[in-house]
């Protein structure tokens, strides 16, 4: 006789969730997805009423349409190779109509708080005062959404005479016509950020505590992120091949006077620019070392130069956060979280995270795998290793990590996109064989009160 399948909670219909839920919609698992704004797409809804989106409006996607796309939805043809955020967005809501499991989410549904009951089931509350049961809890809660600004805050910004705001909330380059902008950053939002402002500043300033390799959006005439990459040839021979291109097209960095980057191509998140080497070389962008401190209406860089700013961008990155766990139960202190292959915890069965990585690459083919694993585990098609194994895999993972990248909290969910879904296929497999051996018990059973029905209002 089948076992009933255990109810599943799952949290947020951006990219990832949505990926996730279409693999749980076809194979049949049993779940509801939470969703804090009217539609589905997260991020990539520009103004998106959950205010978490840090769309601007003119982003466009800086991973190439074919790497971006899922496997079974190819994006439109007529798409261009790094489309519009809104033709992004328009993707994401056609690939849940195709697949037919709109009903299954509920919008405008933000989750509140989320508890785990010693020994198991999950009590799931939401905005309007319900909670419910569930046997599992898969979080798609996204990662760039909470703002870090510098830490700790530059001398002097308190009392800043100019505006302050973080990447976060940026619209358009409106806020910088006839201003002098500074951006601090050297990752994707800085070079955005620093090319529109450039356009319409008096001058912009980028400035930055470390280099970074600048990657163009087309290498070899194509999207660069479409070079083949073997997962099988050894990584440092890659690197090798990849850091020799880069090099041959950007040159020395330290002659457009930006930082000489202190690692090799692949030991940083990528920053792709298309166009920031060009704007920096027609004088419409100025270098700068990291600000030292704010001063008045001046800000003063690492080297002693000062200049008189209106307007102060940072583009220091993002905290990954839970707000509906209580901290002791998980939480992401600088961005540390472990987990085996980014989505299992490695004490607790029945808590998965979906799209916590940083490809180089982009995230949804990979939220897509994660989504099809998660739904083998569930079925009991796939099991867990040991659990002594599995923390040795996690401890791994980190080490290489933390020798691999530039210690930074931007670098703990770092994964390489081919490498990821070729080991993850691995993996599974070598699951489905344990889950055999084991008589496909399900991991987790099914012990919550139906999710209609409200525990406590
Ligand atoms: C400016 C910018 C540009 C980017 N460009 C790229 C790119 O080109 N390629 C790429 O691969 N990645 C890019 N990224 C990374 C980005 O994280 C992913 O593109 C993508 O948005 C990840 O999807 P997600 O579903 O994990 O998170 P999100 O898109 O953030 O979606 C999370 C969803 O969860 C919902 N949610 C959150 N908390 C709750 C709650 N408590 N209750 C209910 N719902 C909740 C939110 O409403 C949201 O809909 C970019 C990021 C930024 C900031
Ligand atoms: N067009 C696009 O598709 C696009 C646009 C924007 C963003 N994104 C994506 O969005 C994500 C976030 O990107 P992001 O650029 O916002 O953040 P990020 O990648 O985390 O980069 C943060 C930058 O700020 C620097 N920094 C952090 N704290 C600092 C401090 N106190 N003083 C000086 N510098 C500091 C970091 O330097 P260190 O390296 O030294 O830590 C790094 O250069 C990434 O995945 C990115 O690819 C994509």
Excluded at 373 to 396: F, S
Aim: net charge negative; charged share 25%; glycine share 8%.
């Amino acid at each position: 006789m089948s076992q009933p399948l255990p109810t599943v909670a799952l949290i947020g219909a951006g990219s990832s969730g949505i990926a996730v839920a279409k693999a749980l919609h076809e194979r049949g698992v049993p779940f509801d997805c939470f969703e804090a704004s009217d539609r589905v797409g997260g991020n990539w809804v520009f103004g998106n009423r959950n205010g978490m989106s840090a769309a601007y409006r003119d982003l466009h996607i800086n991973t190439s349409r074919d790497r971006m796309e899922y496997s079974d939805f190819p994006m439109p043809k007529d798409y261009p190779d790094y489309p519009h955020h809104s033709q992004i967005a328009s993707y994401f809501d056609a690939y849940v109509d195709h697949f037919g499991f709109r009903d299954r989410i509920r919008f405008e549904t933000k989750i509140e708080r989320v508890a785990r009951r010693d020994g198991g089931v999950y009590e799931v509350t939401t905005d309007d005062g319900v909670t419910l049961e569930y046997d599992v809890v898969l979080v798609a809660n996204g990662h760039h959404w909470d703002p870090r600004w510098p830490e700790p805050a530059f001398e002097g910004a308190d009392t800043f005479e100019g505006e302050q705001l973080h990447a976060h909330a940026y619209v358009d380059n409106s806020i910088f016509e006839g201003r002098n902008a500074v951006i601090l950053g050297m990752g994707n939002s800085a070079m955005d950020i620093a090319v529109e402002s450039s356009y319409v500043a008096n001058d912009t300033y980028l400035a930055a505590r470390r280099g970074a390799w600048i990657v163009p959006k087309y290498l070899l005439g194509r999207p660069s992120d479409q070079l083949k990459n073997d997962p099988r040839v050894p990584f440092k021979v890659r690197q090798w091949f990849i850091h020799k291109l880069i090099q041959s097209q950007v040159g020395d960095l330290t002659r457009y006077g930006l930082p000489k980057p202190d690692h090799k191509f692949g030991e940083a998140h990528p920053t792709v620019s298309g166009r920031i080497l060009d704007r920096i070389q027609h004088g419409r962008i100025t270098p700068k070392p990291n600000i030292r401190r704010l001063d008045g209406r001046f800000v003063e860089f690492e080297d002693g130069s000062r200049v008189e700013a209106d307007v102060v961008v940072y583009c220091t990155g993002y905290k990954i956060t839970f707000p509906f766990f209580d901290e002791g139960f998980i939480s992401a202190p600088d961005n540390h979280i472990e987990l085996f292959r980014r989505v299992f915890h490695p004490a607790l069965p029945d808590l998965m995270f979906i799209g916590l990585l940083q490809p180089l690459g982009a995230i949804m083919p990979l939220a897509e795998a994660q989504g099809q694993w998660l739904a083998d585990y569930l079925k009991g098609e796939y099991a867990l290793p040991p659990r002594a194994e599995l923390e040795a895999d996690v401890r791994a993972d980190q080490e290489a990590m933390r020798k691999r990248y530039v210690a930074s909290k931007r670098h703990t969910i770092q994964v390489d996109f081919d490498d990821y879904l070729f080991e993850l296929d691995k993996e599974r497999r070598a699951g489905a064989q344990r889950a055999r051996e084991r008589g496909f018990a399900l991991p987790v059973p099914a012990r919550a009160a139906r999710p209609d029905e409200a525990v406590a209002a």
